[in-house]
């Protein structure tokens, strides 16, 4: 059984007889820690006797003054730090020392600390050198009355090596930064002398380190559990193991450092779904202007467009519901203020587009000819474009529940796809391969229902003018409307500016919104 020092004011432990120095020393004897063997100093014989001197008296009174002072003086602002400062204000007892010493827990932290540069981070953020040197003080002796007082150095080992392990075990179980609030506060929507609001670009459920979480931290150290919960604590997502491994061992650039601690930080973030969960999914990897719809070992590759700089594709999992088939467009509120309502009234602009206005109260269209700015931006009007060749949306919508109104849907501008860069969108995502995508989304590869997809996505559905020959029949028994996505198939839409292909073999990618520069601003002062 440990017997812990309690704070309390009438405690004050004198370690001089032979006997309590001989447990003393117990608690230096080689440990072996789930990281490897780890070497302890043995304290000579000399040394255990000088043990009766006043320099190694522990006095829980002025081991909790000094600890108390650090609380005080500590400033660091993440969330880790004001549970370490609040938890030993409040008076909490001590968690790693005890009248026995420093026991293989803390071998077990320094184990994990001691691997924070492959990932990137500098030693300093969690005060290595400062915990090796007090634990290497406290098992070697090397204590005096004076600045190397053995309370003041294993105060500020025991309060360092909690807010170490909070640290640590926080920021890998849940991420050091919180997307939500970096990237959801970049774009602005609308701002007025009242209040600005913002675009939301990070749509993924994250879960974030709460209040039980760090007291459940607390009582892993307590009721010796550390080793374990340092291992539960690592990232669930599959590619941080393949992204530590990539850059392990290897000379970095600027540039490459910068990618590594940013798509690290990424694969830390604890979400509610992963791919790896899954065998059938979809997964589009904004940066790479790519989609890939992976089934086990078969993966269906193809281009895709994107938002651009100023309309950026929000990032978010949804799974796919449905595929309607030569859909009408509701063209949304933020094109229309900024491409259509400057053409009110005039009849051919809605002509040559195949747009008509609609009265959302009484179903009925509108002339166009009638119609003026007021109404355009009112709310009770739509703009749609009718389904067919030549919609903007193409022949073909893929839908899945969403906060934005955006798809993944076939496009009439083919040209984007020879593009490098095809950010050319205001939000949706446009496919290269519609038909096939269609083709892998169905549960049962029903051969008549592949052959009604395939027919209606390339029947004229316009009307012949006055002036045109009449159009080869429709067949309506091989028309199809809407097909229902069963199962539901995952989708994931990420921003990984490093990411594997299905070999496995990872690419570096442009990023293309700036969201590295900016998670790196949030990273830079983990850094080596």
């Known amino acids: 059984m440990r017997y812990i020092l309690e704070l309390s004011k009438s405690s004050s432990l004198f370690i001089g007889k032979f006997l309590s120095l001989v ?33 190694f008296r522990f006095d829980a009174n002025e081991i909790q003054q000094h600890i108390y002072r650090l609380a005080k003086a500590d400033n660091d602002t993440l969330v880790a730090d004001a549970r370490t400062r609040r938890y030993y204000k409040d008076g909490g007892n001590l968690l790693w020392i005890d009248r026995f010493g420093v026991d293989e827990r803390a071998d077990s932290v320094l184990a994990y600390l001691n691997e924070v540069e492959e990932m990137g981070f500098s030693k300093r953020v969690f005060g290595v050198n400062q915990i090796e040197r007090d634990l290497q003080r406290l098992r070697t002796l090397d204590v005096d009355t004076g600045v190397k007082n053995v309370n003041r ?24 930064t919180n997307p939500s609030q970096i990237f959801n506060r970049l774009d602005v929507r609308e701002k007025d002398s009242v209040r600005t609001t913002y675009r939301v670009l990070f749509d993924i459920p994250i879960k974030r380190a709460s209040k039980d979480f760090y007291t459940m931290a607390l009582r892993k150290v307590y009721n010796d559990s550390v080793a374990l919960f340092l291992r539960e604590a690592q990232p669930q997502n599959a590619l941080y193991a393949q992204l530590i491994k990539y850059f392990k061992g290897k000379t970095l650039s600027s540039a490459d450092r910068v990618r590594m601690l940013c798509n690290l930080e990424r694969s830390r973030w604890r979400q509610n779904d992963y791919p790896q969960n899954h065998r059938k999914y979809v997964i589009v990897n904004v940066p790479s202007f790519h989609l890939d719809a992976v089934d ?68 009925k269209r509108v002339d166009p000819a009638m119609v003026s700015a007021g109404m ?137 919104y700036g969201y590295d520069k900016v998670l790196y601003g949030y990273l830079r002062h983990f850094a080596l």
């Open 376 to 512: 355009l931006l009112n709310s009770e009007y739509f703009v749609v474009q009718e389904g067919g060749e030549g919609n903007s949306l193409g022949r073909i919508v893929f839908r899945f529940n969403n906060n934005f109104s955006i798809f993944i849907h076939d496009t009439s501008s083919k040209w984007a796809f020879d593009r490098d860069n095809r950010g050319v969108s205001h939000g949706c995502i446009r496919v290269q391969k519609p038909f096939e995508l269609a083709v892998f989304l169905l549960g049962n590869k029903d051969k008549t229902l592949i052959d009604k997809i395939h027919y209606s996505m390339q029947a004229d559905l316009t009307k012949p003018k006055d002036d045109e020959a009449p159009k080869p029949k429709l067949d309506p028994q091989r028309l199809v409307n809407s097909v229902k996505v069963n199962p539901h198939i995952p989708l994931f839409i990420a921003y990984y500016t490093v990411y594997p292909d299905n070999k496995g073999k990872m690419y570096t990618y442009d990023d293309i």
């Open 153 to 176: 150095v294993a105060a500020r080992l025991e309060y360092n090596l909690t807010k170490a392990f909070l640290r640590y075990t926080a920021g890998q179980h849940y991420g050091f």
């Open 23 to 55: 447990l003393f020393a117990c608690g230096f004897l080689v440990a072996c820690s789930e990281k490897g063997d780890v070497e302890r100093p043995i304290p000579s014989y000399d040394g255990l006797n000088a043990m009766g001197k006043d320099a």
């Open 296 to 363: 086990g070992d078969s993966v269906l590759n193809m281009r895709m467009a994107c938002g651009t700089l100023e309309t950026k594709t929000p990032l978010l999992n949804s799974c796919f519901i449905r595929m309607d088939v030569n859909p009408q467009w509701i063209i949304p509120r933020s094109i229309i203020k900024k491409e259509v309502v400057g053409h009110a009234g005039n009849p051919d602009y809605f002509s040559k587009r195949r747009y008509f206005i609609l009265h959302r109260p009484s179903g």
